[in-house]
């Protein structure tokens, strides 16, 4: 999803995201039949853009998810919430396809995960501790990787290069364009990796805790980025410890506790972990 800068191009995007939330689903779940429901405007109505039914995962034989639901609609912005070891990361992990469901099914824009090809149309940022490497890299190098999926035979055009730019005006790092990832923040470094993934401007966004070990100023940055890829129209999920200067922005939140769904309402009613 290309977040719009003025007025005008905000309400394109948002006609384009309702026409998307009309659309069928893509490929041979449409042919299936399965997908859309379309859109009425309410979230809960809205089309699932993931769906994840009983789905069981094990880590080095030991089992992890317990038969986890979770869906996420159009235009929602889901918040996985759960203590240390609850099984939040390894259910993002099953989503993208790192970690294979054991049981279950999941579902994504309405296709099978296994039928489904078109992973630009998902943006995924993994925990920074576990993202950060040693290879020396640019920013712009960084954020370019991103762009990739979107890209004609893995070459960059005018196109492209400018979307890697607007991601990286988007997360308030134009400035930092040149710099080597190596010596930025910690804040810094993880608007760069969130830059990554809208650089091909996904429409569902899924984030594993995207605010741990963030400055302030760079979690009020953060989440007004994340408030323009909702108002164009983009679906949220992402990882959080506590809701703390996202809370406005989320629809739902889903509490997991030793890999099971214990709770799936409003953020308001969620109990402790
Ligand atoms: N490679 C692995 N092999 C075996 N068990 C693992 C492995 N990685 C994680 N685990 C275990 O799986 C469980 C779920 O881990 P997961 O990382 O999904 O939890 P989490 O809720 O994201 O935790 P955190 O908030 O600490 O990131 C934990 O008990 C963890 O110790």
Same mark, same amino acid.
């Given at each position: 999803m290309r977040p719009a800068s003025t007025p005008r191009a905000r309400e394109r995007a948002r006609e384009r995201a309702r026409q998307r939330a009309q659309e069928p689903a893509e490929g041979p779940a449409a042919a299936d039949g399965g997908g859309d429901t379309g859109s009425t405007g309410d979230t809960g109505t809205r089309a699932p853009v993931l769906a994840l039914r009983g789905v069981t995962a094990e880590l080095g034989s030991r089992p992890v998810l317990h038969g986890i639901d979770l869906t996420v609609r159009r235009g929602e912005v889901v918040a996985l919430l759960g203590a240390n070891g609850s099984g939040k990361s390894t259910t993002l992990r099953t989503v993208i396809g790192q970690t294979p469901p054991t049981a279950g099914s999941i579902e994504i824009f309405?296709?099978?995960?296994?039928?489904?090809?078109?992973?630009?149309?998902?943006?995924?940022?993994?925990?920074?501790?576990?993202?950060?490497?040693?290879?020396?890299?640019?920013?712009?190098?960084?954020?370019?990787? &991103?762009? =990739? %999926?979107?890209?004609?035979?893995?070459?960059?055009?005018? @196109?492209?290069?400018? !979307?890697?730019?607007?991601? #990286?005006?988007?997360?308030?790092?134009?400035?930092?364009?040149?710099?080597?990832? &190596?010596? =930025? %923040?910690?804040?810094?470094?993880?608007?760069?990796?969130? @830059?990554?993934?809208? !650089?091909?401007?996904?429409? #569902?966004?899924?984030?594993?805790?995207?605010?741990?070990?963030?400055?302030?100023?760079?979690?009020r940055v953060l989440a007004g980025t994340l408030r323009g890829q909702v108002d164009g129209g983009a679906s949220v999920l992402l990882v959080l410890h506590e809701l703390g200067p996202l809370e406005p922005l989320i629809d739902r939140t889903v509490l997991l506790r030793d890999g099971r769904v214990v709770h799936d309402g409003p953020p308001s009613a969620t109990p402790r972990p």
């Open positions: 309405g296709t099978p995960q296994r039928r489904f090809r078109n992973w630009a149309r998902l943006g995924y940022v993994p925990q920074r501790t576990t993202a950060v490497s040693g290879v020396p890299a640019t920013v712009t190098e960084v954020v370019s990787a &991103g762009r =990739l %999926s979107r890209s004609r035979f893995g070459v960059l055009r005018g @196109a492209d290069r400018a !979307a890697v730019r607007h991601a #990286l005006e988007l997360v308030g790092m134009a400035d930092h364009a040149q710099a080597a990832v &190596g010596a =930025l %923040s910690g804040g810094q470094h993880q608007r760069v990796l969130i @830059a990554r993934a809208l !650089a091909a401007e996904p429409e #569902l966004l899924i984030m594993d805790e995207p605010m741990a070990g963030v400055d302030l100023d760079s979690q």
